[in-house]
């Protein structure tokens, strides 16, 4: 195996899929994204069940986009045609992976918000940890971020924060039912899975 197999496999219900998932992963690392019919040229009949599990754990998200460009809105569809991109946060988390082995999600989310120039750049990894203490299968308000921005005196940031908490694909807007939102009395977001895992792997 090599260094991305072996992150992957740290936390795959299905560690013989680390391997022709890795496989997809770093090719769509190098071009950032893929289309099915390059995934199937790499991986041939296991090319379905890789572009779920990519999905499930919003490695690849399919560009094809219905009502919105929210992750649950976009119809994964394993066809020719098709293709999927990688979130910002996630090449972080393959270069990285394939470079030391370990799945690192604390130092992908650093990079990113570095490529951007955050000025808050120091609190960012305890905004996002938080984000993940608070949230319930993977599902967070508007509200409960607002309150950990103001908790790490970036009240005055919360919009632009949750800006580019969804332009680096560490969430996305949850498309609930008016009735769930009505209920929580904010938005929800969604939280990249990948993210929420502890540092594993070999060094």
Not at 76 to 89: A, F, H, M, T
Not at 132 to 153: D, E, P, T
């Amino acid at each position: 195996m090599n260094n991305l197999d072996k992150a992957l496999s740290s936390f795959l219900e299905d560690i013989e899929l680390a391997v022709p998932l890795a496989a997809v992963l770093a090719h769509a690392s190098r071009a950032g994204g893929i289309s099915y019919d390059e995934a199937k040229e790499i991986v041939n009949d296991k090319v379905e069940e890789v572009l779920l599990v990519a999905n499930e754990w919003r490695l690849l998200i399919p560009t094809r986009v219905e009502k919105s460009s929210s992750w649950e809105d976009r119809q994964l569809l394993c066809k020719p045609g098709e293709s999927y991109e990688l979130p910002g946060v996630v090449q972080y988390l393959l270069q990285n992976a394939m470079k030391t082995g370990c799945w690192d999600p604390a130092s992908a989310v650093s990079e990113v918000f570095k490529e951007i120039d955050e000025p808050a750049l120091g609190q960012i990894p305890e905004l996002v940890r938080d984000l993940g203490k608070q949230a319930k299968h993977h599902r967070i308000s508007a509200a409960q971020v607002r309150q950990i921005c103001i908790r790490l005196s970036l009240g005055d940031w919360v919009d632009v924060l949750i800006a580019e908490l969804k332009v680096t694909g560490i969430m996305s807007p949850k498309l609930s039912p008016l009735a769930e939102v009505s209920r929580v009395g904010s938005p929800l977001y969604e939280l990249n899975p990948s993210l929420f895992l502890s540092k594993v792997g070999k060094e």
